[in-house]
C-alpha cells in the first residue's frame, strides 16, 4: 500500500509540474487579455494592441531638445523612438534616417518603446544628427561640389571647342573648293584641339559631368580626325601662283650708220 502510495505521489509530483506549466501559461494569456504582455526578457509591461478592441491608452506629451529649440510632441506612450522620430521630423526638417534621439544618457534605437525606457509625461530627450548621417551629408556636399566644378570647366571647353570646329569647317571648305590653305593652320589648330583633349581627360567622370565629358571628348576627336584627313587632303594641292602680266613693246628700229674710211 505504501508503495502504491509512493508511487501515485510520484505520478502526482509529475503531474503538477505538467499542471504548473498550463497555469503559468494560462496566466500568461490572462495577463495579455487583460492588456498586459510578458516581454522575451521576463517583463510585464502595457500590451501594445489591444486584442478586445479596447481604447489606447491616453497620449503623453514628451519635450525634446534639438540644438537651440525646444519641441513638446504629444505621443502615444507605447510608440517606439522609431515613431517618434516620423514625428519631429515634420517639426524639425530632419529625416527619421539622419535623427539620433538620447534618453537618460542613452543613445535610443528605433525598435525600442517609450515606456519600456521608462519616457512618461514631460519626460526629457535630446534630439542630435547622427554622426554618421553628418559624415555621409560632408561626402554627398564634397561630390555635388567637384560635379559642378567640372561641369563649369567642361562647359568652358565646350565654347572654345566650338569656336575651333568652326576654324575646321572654314578650312574643310576651303580644301573642297581646290584652295590650298597653310599648313600651318591646320597644324595649329590640332595642336589646340590636343591641349582641350588633355584638360578634359584630367576633369573627374562625376554624376551627370560624366556624359557630358565624353561628348566634348568624341567632338574633338571627330575634330582632329577631320583635320588629319584635310592635312593630306591640302598636302596634294598646287599653290596658287599669282603672275604679273606685263605689257611688252616693239623694240626701236636702229639706223644704220655708213661708215667712211
Not at 505538467?18 to 495579455?32: K, L, P, R, T
Amino acid at each position: 500500500m505504501a508503495s502504491v502510495m509512493h508511487r501515485r505521489s510520484s505520478s502526482d509530483g509529475g503531474s503538477s509540474s505538467g499542471w504548473s506549466d498550463a497555469a503559468a501559461a494560462v496566466a500568461a494569456a490572462a495577463e495579455e487579455r487583460a492588456g498586459w504582455e510578458v516581454r522575451p526578457s521576463g517583463m510585464v509591461v502595457q500590451a501594445r494592441e489591444r486584442e478586445d478592441g479596447g481604447a489606447p491608452p491616453p497620449e503623453i506629451r514628451v519635450r525634446v531638445k534639438y540644438g537651440g529649440a525646444r519641441h513638446e510632441v504629444p505621443v502615444s506612450p507605447i510608440a517606439t523612438f522609431g515613431q517618434l522620430k516620423k514625428l519631429l521630423a515634420t517639426r524639425t526638417g530632419l529625416q527619421p534616417a539622419d535623427q539620433q534621439l538620447t534618453y537618460k544618457g542613452r543613445i535610443r534605437s528605433n525598435s525600442e518603446y517609450l515606456d519600456a525606457c521608462g519616457v512618461k509625461n514631460r519626460s526629457k530627450l535630446v534630439l542630435a544628427e547622427d554622426p554618421v548621417s553628418l559624415e555621409r551629408r560632408y561626402i554627398e556636399r564634397q561630390k555635388n561640389a567637384k560635379i559642378e566644378s567640372a561641369n563649369r570647366a567642361i562647359g568652358a571647353i565646350a565654347l572654345e571647342v566650338d569656336k575651333l570646329a568652326d576654324q575646321v569647317s572654314s578650312i574643310e571648305k576651303s580644301v573642297s573648293r581646290g584652295n590650298k590653305v597653310a599648313e600651318v593652320q591646320i597644324t595649329t589648330l590640332i595642336e589646340l584641339l590636343m591641349r582641350h583633349a588633355v584638360k578634359l581627360e584630367s576633369l573627374p567622370a562625376l554624376g551627370d559631368s560624366s556624359s557630358q565629358k565624353n561628348i566634348q571628348a568624341k567632338r574633338v576627336q571627330k575634330c582632329v580626325e577631320t583635320l588629319d584627313v584635310l592635312k593630306l587632303s591640302n598636302a596634294r594641292l598646287q599653290a596658287v601662283v599669282v603672275t604679273t602680266k606685263w605689257e611688252t613693246f616693239d623694240a626701236p628700229a636702229t639706223t644704220q650708220w655708213e661708215l667712211f674710211d
